[in-house]
């Protein structure tokens, strides 16, 4: 069992920044593709950044593709997510997830859907304001 947990939301203003982490457990950390989704009220869960097992490898949804960057501290067990540029529209609860077999492709559109992770955190609330 690998347990995840999302921390540093809160409430920003437009234009700000801030920086999630997310603290997923077991020894082979290293080895897990990490991902970060977003859901706001009455809409569906939505992908927006996906890091590789090395950080080589980062992937993006068009929303936030220049504003948002994804990293990972693999000593620390971490991924990070950096928002910066952010707007009303990035109000959601954020979740962190984690595949931890190796990926059948390695692809956008394979770590999109939110079907092909593992393990879940609880979500941390973001809140842009006006």
């Known amino acids: 069992q690998v347990q995840v947990v999302e921390s540093g939301g809160g409430l920003v203003q437009a234009g700000g920044s801030l920086r999630l982490s997310c603290a997923a457990s077991?020894?082979?950390?290293?080895?897990?593709?990490m991902g970060w989704f977003r859901q706001a009220p009455g809409k569906e869960r939505e992908f927006v950044a996906a890091i590789n097992w090395s950080g080589g490898g980062t992937y993006f949804s068009d929303s936030v593709k220049g504003r948002f960057t994804i990293s990972r501290d693999n000593a620390k067990n971490t991924v990070y997510l950096q928002m910066n540029s952010l707007k009303p529209e990035d109000t959601a609860i954020y979740y962190c997830?984690?595949?931890?077999?190796?990926?059948?492709?390695?692809?956008?559109?394979?770590?999109?859907?939110?079907?092909?992770?593992?393990?879940w955190g609880q979500g941390t609330q973001v809140t842009v304001s006006s």
């Open positions: 077991g020894r082979t950390f290293s080895t897990y593709t």
């Open positions: 997830a984690a595949i931890t077999s190796r990926p059948l492709f390695t692809t956008m559109s394979y770590y999109r859907l939110p079907d092909n992770y593992d393990y």
